[in-house]
């Protein structure tokens, strides 16, 4: 998949290459700028937190964002995120995060 531009990496994303999956690695390779937004870091340290390693996966992560713009979110981008996050719920389905 070539690039020409910058990446902002999804929780997801993260995960697979915290995972060593090796197409998400040279994906990443292909990028001249990374970022993840705040929330995604959150999600990984709150799922480092509920894992059996924490310690160990929670470095993984400060590792991993220590060589990234970590991007702040805005009150526009909280309300898109309740609403996304809300519409599983609506529709009597479970969040696969919770």
């Given at each position: 998949m070539?690039?020409?531009g910058r990446f902002l990496?999804?929780?997801n994303v993260v995960i697979a290459v915290l995972d060593s999956d090796q197409a998400a690695i040279a994906n990443l390779r292909l990028a001249p700028?990374?970022?993840i937004p705040v929330i995604v870091l959150?999600?990984?340290l709150f799922g480092a937190a509920k894992s059996a390693r924490?310690?160990?996966n929670a470095a993984k992560v400060e590792r991993f964002a220590a060589g990234r713009s970590?991007?702040?979110c805005d009150a526009d981008v909280a309300r898109a995120y309740g609403?996304?996050?809300h519409r599983?719920?609506?529709k009597g389905q479970t969040d696969p995060r919770e």
């Open positions: 070539p690039t020409t990496l999804d929780t700028e990374v970022s959150g999600e990984l924490t310690i160990e970590v991007l702040p609403a996304l996050r599983p719920s609506a």
